[in-house]
């Protein structure tokens, strides 16, 4: 096991693997903030149908125990990946000063993953100030409790819907969560095919399957993001 944490080879493994679950994450979270989108097309203007959802991850048991691993999966994804960056630009020593290193066929998004890494990270520190802290109350925030119809009945929970929408109405955080997102998609586009190829899915049938499957995931995840912070600023 302490093999598997140090060999480059485990790192690499470590990385991918909690990769591919931080993009598991990723699409229940869009799934629950298209919630947003299903509101303003069927005219709820309180957002009963993004509460429901919200009070059904804050509540459902299973939904609890998957926070720390989320958490987790970060810092490992985080770590690693510095960890491995920083081994390779010792290994390759001062070739990686020299000028002509725009090696042709490879992407431009592989070539700078630590700095989308970067982008990304800096995209969550303001995205947890602004809807998680406030959820849990470590920020004070008023919209308070809301009343919406959940498995047949009505529930009372917290007024997420009033958070968001409030919180997209201002435009430069609007054009920070577009940022954030194109800067997820390109990780993506590379980071997805990247991590089957590490596991070991690499042979030559599947990998240009995994490349366009990566380019999906990364319009899917990036563009649906930015279609609901965009759309929360222009519509509802
Ligand atoms: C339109 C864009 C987005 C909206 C409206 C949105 C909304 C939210 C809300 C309301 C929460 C608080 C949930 C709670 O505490 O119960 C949250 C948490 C979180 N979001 Fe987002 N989010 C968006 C984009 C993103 C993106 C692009 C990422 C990752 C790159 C992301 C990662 C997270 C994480 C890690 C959490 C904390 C875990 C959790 O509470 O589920 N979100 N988001």
Known sequence: MSNLLTASIGKKLLMSVSGLFLILFLF???????????DGAMGYQTGQMFNAGAHFMATNPFIKVMEPML?????????????????????????RYASGNKTTGVEWASQNMLVLGIV???????????????????????????EFPFFGSIAKGEDAYTLVN??????TIVIIYIIGSVALAFHLAHGFWSSF????????????????????????????????????????
């Open 120 to 146: 990304i990270f800096s995209f969550l520190i303001v995205h947890m100030f602004d809807f998680f802290m406030r959820m849990r109350g470590y920020i004070a925030w008023t919209p308070g409790e809301a």
């Open 71 to 95: 958490a987790l999966g970060f810092i490992v994804h985080i770590l690693y990946s510095l960890i491995l960056t920083f081994q390779n630009m010792k290994a390759r020593g001062p070739q």
């Open 28 to 38: 229940v979270h869009l799934i629950l903030n298209s919630f947003l989108l299903l």
């Open 197 to 236: 190829q590490t596991i070991g899915w690499n042979n030559t049938t599947w990998m240009p399957r995994l490349r366009c499957a990566s380019n999906i995931v990364a319009i899917i995840l990036g563009g649906g993001f930015t279609v609901i912070a965009l759309a929360q600023y222009l519509f509802f």
């Open 166 to 171: 409030a919180t997209f109405k201002n435009l």
